[in-house]
């Protein structure tokens, strides 16, 4: 049996789970997210819990019960209390303003980098060098943080670019001076 997925998933003040045509949707105060439900897995909501079990004990069938479980337990915590993603900014002259929704960054190129959020996501600034990416969606909150470290990565010998709050960049030894 799954570990993960034998847990049931407590929903928080608000949070409702439905279940319509093969589709899992939760509806909290920030929002509805869906989903397709796997065939072979089942989900039951009891009392304010969802429990997700699998009707039998093939290969792929175990495999999907973890993460459909996963999926409906993001699913649930984003629109209650949604995610939030961190980015850093680092280098002279780099930084990061907001203009309206469009999110503009100065990487050191010969033109501003602008980039426009997709729908449900929002993307704040705190100071020139850090980026907030808030959504309910966690697995878009993670893409679009992505693309904006995409666009200047931290290189490996100052750490310059755009980098997840707290990670570690691991550095290389410079060229040797005579």
Partial sequence: MSRIGRKPISLSQGATLTLND??????GPKGELSTPLVSGINVQVEDSQVIVSRENDQKQTRAFHGMMRALINNMVTGVSSGFERQLEIVGVGYRAQVQGAKLVLNLGYSNP?????PQGIEIETDGPTKIKVKGIDKQQVGQVSAVIRGFRPPEPYKG???????????RKAGKAGA
């Fill in 113 to 117: 980098v602008e980039y426009d959020p």
């Fill in 160 to 170: 310059k670019g755009i980098r997840y709050a707290g990670e570690h960049i691991i």
């Fill in 22 to 27: 093969g589709m899992v949707v939760v509806t």
